[in-house]
């Protein structure tokens, strides 16, 4: 017999004893993973190859973590409900058991070659009852409950009539306990509630009528008359009318015919409040000084000022919102009428153009529009010869150049010559050689505020007739 036969027959038998070898092992490994999960196999992110399925499921409920049972509702506020309080219990062990029982043992060679994450079955458990019960202990479930829907008419003795209306947005709670409840089933614990969980309730018979109401008063309370007060204007709007009508209990009155009633008496008070608000002529005011101070500037010798006629703009209101027209709607800006009406219209009549004498520090602004033109040292009235300054708030009256101050006992010639009160003024005094300090003491002026000319001649190309001039000490 040759050799090469023989040879052929110890590689066939050697081939057959491998195979034998790797079918052996093959299905021995195949029996092992019988009950136990295949290679590369995660389960709830537990690694579970080579394990039990009692195993693995214990370990995967083991890990879980029960998040707050939480509602966001629409405005971002939050409830937040204790899952042990509901029962709440997450099984994963039916579907550990379920993946186990779909795995074939005979693959186990491709799962070598992958690796598979699995896990989404999962049994959850709770009682809805207690569900139920810890959502109604909620503050915003609550106040959404106690909070009964109302529409009504209300007086506020700050803004006036208005309307009282919480039938918009309410919470549809029995829709956000459903919802709730299916989260819970599904295996979510967090409830954002959109628009759609929200609903406007019906209206009354009762409120119906309220709204009827209301209509007709707020028709009634908005007019067309603006009081134009310089830099303010004051409408007549809901909020201003309605503390100029009857009220009874909190609620508009009416006479015989259905017609609502003014309170002659609360427009009058109307009108002195404006007098007050705006009244500025003989009477002591504050001033904010450009050193921070805020002086008193008094009244006895002040000549610039606003008085409003009070008796006309009385007779005006009256007349005008006994009347039709107040509403015709036709715009009515009214300018009322002054006693004595200041170069500036408005709460500050001194306005931001105006100059500004600091007799204790010796020192003049100009402000025009806002903005300081000039500031400067000056000389004001000789005090020890009795030749004070009036201090006060007074008006430009006129503007010359190139004249002669007369007194009892002087003749100046004056290159620029402002004068605001009798016969005091700002002008240039070239006859001094320096201003400012406590020249005035011994050296002043007859009263007028003297300067040197450059100034003045900024002062006197700059200035209009009607400048506030403000005088004060401190």
Request: negative net charge; glycine residues 6%; aromatic residues 14%.
């Amino acid at each position: 017999m040759s050799r090469a036969p023989k040879n052929l027959k110890k590689f066939i038998t050697l081939i057959s004893i491998i195979f034998g070898l790797l079918l052996l092992t093959y299905v021995a490994v195949s029996f092992y993973f019988m009950n136990r999960f295949l290679p590369n196999t995660w389960i709830y992110g537990v690694y579970a190859t080579g394990r039990t399925a009692d195993s693995v499921a214990a370990e995967a409920n083991a890990n879980i973590r029960y998040p707050d049972i939480k509602i966001v509702w629409a405005d971002g506020s939050e409830s937040v409900i204790d899952p042990a309080s509901v029962d709440l219990n997450v099984d994963l062990s039916k579907g550990v058991y379920n993946i186990k029982s779909r795995e074939n043992a005979f693959l186990w060679p491709k799962a070598m070659l992958t690796s598979v994450y699995i896990g989404d079955e999962i049994n959850i458990t709770y009682n809805s009852d207690k569900l139920r019960s810890e959502f109604e202990k909620l503050d915003l479930v609550q106040k959404e409950r106690n909070d009964t829907p109302v529409y009504k008419i209300v007086f506020d003795k700050e803004t006036g009539y208005g309307v009282f209306d919480n039938h918009s947005d309410r919470v549809n709670l029995d829709l956000v306990l459903a919802a709730l409840n299916r989260n819970i089933s599904e295996g979510t614990t967090l409830l954002v509630l959109d628009d759609s969980y929200y609903m406007d309730e019906p209206y009354s018979n009762s409120e119906k009528a309220a709204q009827e109401e209301w209509e007709e008063l707020s028709g009634f309370l908005t007019t067309d008359l603006v009081y134009d007060m310089g830099a303010e204007k004051i409408s007549f709007d809901p909020q201003v009318m309605s503390f100029l009508i009857v009220s009874e209990n909190g609620m508009p009155a009416k006479d015989e015919n259905g017609d609502y009633i003014i309170d002659d008496e609360a427009v009058e008070k109307w009108i002195d409040d404006l007098c007050e608000a705006y009244d500025t002529y003989g009477l002591d005011r504050q001033f904010k000084a450009t050193n921070g101070k805020t002086v008193t500037i008094p009244a006895f010798y002040s000549t610039y000022g606003t008085e409003l006629d009070r008796n006309a703009e009385l007779k005006f209101l009256k007349d005008m919102i006994h009347s039709d027209a107040i509403r015709d709607g036709e715009p009515d800006v009214h300018i009322p009428r002054y006693i004595h009406e200041a170069t500036f219209r408005g709460l500050n009549d001194i306005g931001d153009t105006y100059v500004e004498v600091d007799l204790s520090d010796q020192y003049m602004y100009y402000y025009k529009d806002g903005q300081l033109i000039l500031e400067t040292d000056i000389v004001s009235g000789d005090i020890p010869k009795g030749w004070t300054t009036p201090r006060g708030v007074f008006a430009i009256s006129g503007k010359y150049t190139d004249t002669y101050l007369y007194g009892r006992d002087y003749i100046d010639f004056v290159s620029y010559w402002m004068p605001y009160f009798r016969g005091y003024g700002l002008h240039d005094s070239d006859w001094r050689d320096e201003w400012g300090g406590d020249i005035y003491t011994y050296d002043g002026s007859h009263g007028c505020i003297n300067m040197c000319k450059d100034a003045a001649r900024t002062v006197y190309e700059n200035i209009e007739i009607g400048t506030p001039v403000v005088v004060y000490d401190y």
